[in-house]
């Protein structure tokens, strides 16, 4: 007779899955840059930081620690090329808008708690349920939970930053299962990148979540993510737990 599968360590992706942006990075920018005197609009900002974002991530992945960057230089110098290529050429100009924008989101103000995070979160503990953030992140994350109220939540913060490895390299994980003392085969992560999260964990052994919003899934990822291993909304999350642990491991 199969012994019941008991899931002991929950491990969680943190942004859009937990917590997002109050408002639109594009828009960020653009007030920060109008406190400053310049006066660029949000749409281009927007447009402008993700080109930025993904060349930089390219070019330096996880922060750059192994160029000899900083997470804090390799930040700002995402700003600096995202106002370059909004048309902003003055650097000297858009530095000091750049340290801003570093130090606001490090702020719990910059960021929203999403709707059903806190009661999931407080489910699993009173489950028993070790918990654990493993997230594509750097040092400030610690800081942010803290002020959002979640951090009492995690046994320990583990960020790509700190790690080494970012999300879907199964080191990362490796390290989270090692710090909590358990086998992947009874732990699960929770996360809303089918790659990082859902892939990433599962590479490592481990169960997966993945958290979706209302739009329809890719035909790749639809055909390929078991409807059991799907959440609709957080509040999914201790049933789909129920469902799993009801089920015969290895099945």
Known sequence: MAHRLQIRLLTWDVKDTLLRLR????EEYATKARAHGLEVEATALGQAFGQAYRAQNHSFPNYGLSHGLTS???????VLQTFHLAGVRDAQAVAPIAEQLYEDFSSPCT???LEGAE???KGCRSRGLRLAAVSNFDRRLED?????GLREYFD???????AGWPKPDTRIFQEALQLAHVE??????IGDSYRCDYQGARAAGMHSFLVVGPEPLEPGVRDTVPKEHILPTLSHLLPALDRLEGSTPGL
């Open 156 to 162: 320990f913060v583990l960020t790509s930053e700190a």
């Open 23 to 26: 408002r639109p990075v594009g």
């Open 72 to 78: 804090h230089k390799w930040w700002l110098d995402v």
């Open 144 to 148: 942010i939970l803290v002020g959002l």
């Open 119 to 121: 009661n999931t979160l």
């Open 111 to 113: 960021w929203q708690v």
């Open 184 to 189: 992947p085969a009874v732990a699960a992560h």
